[in-house]
């Protein structure tokens, strides 16, 4: 059986006045992070109805590579600063891929 990948959403709202600061901040996040052993692909999206919003697709070759990713330097400097550009808590969730082949 092979292996799927460890999938998450993170989706994140802006306080009024601070989309641009958290989108800068979120961006910030792209590079160091496909650099990391593991990750398949990290994406930011940004609602098309909201631009408040904000939204990334994550894919990982497995949830060790994702812990090991939350551990990071960059991770842990979005963690210290998020609480003044967040205007609600964020939400994560992991899904598996259900593959009909």
């Not at 460890?6 to 496909?34: C, N, V, Y």
């Not at 109805?49 to 949830?63: C, K, L, R, S, V």
Request: overall charge negative; hydrophobic content about 40%; glycine content about 2%.
């Amino acid at each position: 059986m092979d292996q799927k990948p460890h999938t998450l959403l993170a989706i994140f709202e802006a306080k009024p006045g601070k989309e641009q600061a958290l989108k800068d901040m979120l961006i910030s996040l792209i590079a160091p992070t496909r650099q990391e052993p593991g990750c398949l692909n990290y994406d930011l999206h940004q609602s098309q109805t909201n631009p408040a919003q904000f939204m990334f697709y994550e894919n990982w070759i497995d949830a060790k590579a994702h812990a090991a990713h939350c551990q990071t330097e960059h991770i842990q400097r979005w963690r210290a600063n998020k609480d003044e550009l967040l205007a609600n808590t964020s939400y994560v969730s992991a899904w598996q891929l259900v593959d009909a082949r």
